[in-house]
Nanobody, 119 residues
Framework: QVQLVESGGGLVQAGGSLRLSCAAS????????MGWFRQAPGKEREFVSSIRWSNGQTYYADSVKGRFTISRTIAKPTIYLQMNSLKSEDTAVYYCAVQTTGASNYNYWGQGTQVTVSS
């Protein structure tokens, strides 16, 4: 089992910045990837960014490339999402997720943190 605790959401004006954090605990030795997803009202959940745990390779959705940066600390597994130049369309609940060894997809999810960007 892996537990995830997210923090850092809030209300920000368009053009501003926020930093999300997600700390993993439990069976973290089995991590293969950690990532961020988001779900806006009335929309499907979508991929935002991820990081491969073995080598730190990062991935981004086209909609956030150049504005968002994912990073990590390894000792106490935590990922961060630095979000700059925020737009109203970034408003969503942001979820942290992990994929563990043997899983075909992300199999543990955080509770979500609200990000609201006012225009």
């Amino acid at each position: 089992q892996v537990q995830l605790v997210e923090s850092g959401g809030g209300l920000v004006q368009a053009g501003g910045s926020l930093r999300l954090s997600c700390a993993a605990s439990g069976r973290t030795i089995s991590l293969t990837a950690m990532g961020w997803f988001r779900q806006a009202p009335g929309k499907e959940r979508e991929f935002v960014s991820s990081i491969r745990w073995s080598n730190g390779q990062t991935y981004y959705a086209d909609s956030v490339k150049g504005r968002f940066t994912i990073s990590r600390t390894i000792a106490k597994p935590t990922i961060y999402l630095q979000m700059n130049s925020l737009k109203s369309e970034d408003t969503a609940v942001y979820y942290c997720a992990v994929q563990t060894t043997g899983a075909s997809n992300y199999n543990y999810w955080g509770q979500g943190t609200q990000v609201t960007v006012s225009s």
